[in-house]
């Protein structure tokens, strides 16, 4: 199939790999790419009907100069709940990327720390927009050096439940669900809570916690 990359999908693609750094990663619709070495990226993941949209950006890597390499990539079931379990065993398998001693899986992932990374421009059918773009860093035991994840390797990684945990300020603010709100007030539990906006304390929300209503433990306590 003879396709050519127009110029607004050569931009578009540029823009997102001048953000790219060594250990950072890339989702893009159905694919997962991971940015190995300087001007390097590998295809670690993809579904079944994203055959296509993968070889394209090859296309425009190659137009770019990037090195692409696909030979290691997880093909992903189109269907949603076996396409999870795949990507939960890919993620599990990932090592540290500075050192290859150890899983992220088995670093200290409920003390990640989120981080906003500021406003970075996108091209979408709107045309220029900024968005911002937040990563999750994870420590690695071994070499102590930061693994940034995307927030979706994040929640692959540590599950729903922490993945809707907050460590701020020196509180963990937990998102309670209905039956979570619905126990505290049937048990009259004394439970700290807090409606949470953009903004915390002066703090930047990720965009997963906005709108949630969380408890508040101080950090110290869960030690």
Same mark, same amino acid.
């Given at each position: 199939m003879n396709w050519e990359p127009s110029?607004?999908?050569?931009?578009?693609?540029? =823009? @997102?790999? *001048?953000?790219?750094e060594p250990g950072k990663s890339w989702v893009e619709g159905e694919m997962t790419f991971f940015c190995t070495e300087d001007k390097t990226l590998s295809l670690v993941s993809r579904t079944e009907r994203a055959k296509?949209?993968?070889?394209?950006?090859g296309i425009v890597l190659e137009k770019l100069g990037w090195n692409y390499f696909t030979d290691d990539v997880a093909v992903i079931p189109d269907d949603p709940l076996e396409a999870m379990e795949t990507m939960q065993q890919v993620a599990s398998e990932w090592d540290c990327p500075h050192c290859n001693d150890e899983r992220i899986a088995n670093f200290d992932l409920e003390r990640a720390v989120w981080n906003?990374?500021?406003?970075?421009? =996108? @091209?979408? *059918?709107?045309?220029?927009?900024?968005?911002p773009r937040w990563t999750v860093n994870a420590y690695c035991p071994q070499c102590s050096?930061?693994?940034?994840?995307?927030?979706?390797?994040?929640s692959l990684l540590v599950g729903e439940d922490s993945f809707y945990t907050w460590n701020v300020n020196k509180y963990t603010l937990k998102?309670?669900?209905?039956?979570?709100?619905?126990?505290m007030v049937d048990n009259k539990t004394n439970v700290v809570t807090d409606v949470i906006g953009t903004e915390?304390?002066?703090?930047?929300?990720?965009?997963?916690?906005?709108?949630t209503f969380v408890s508040m433990t101080p950090i110290d306590e869960e030690e």
């Open positions: 110029e607004v999908d050569i931009e578009w693609t540029e =823009a @997102i790999l *001048e953000t790219l296509e949209p993968a070889r394209r950006v906003n990374d500021g406003m970075h421009t =996108a @091209i979408t *059918e709107n045309g220029v927009e900024e968005f050096e930061a693994v940034p994840l995307s927030p979706i390797d994040y998102a309670m669900s209905r039956e979570d709100i619905i126990d915390w304390h002066g703090m930047a929300v990720p965009p997963h916690m906005q709108g």
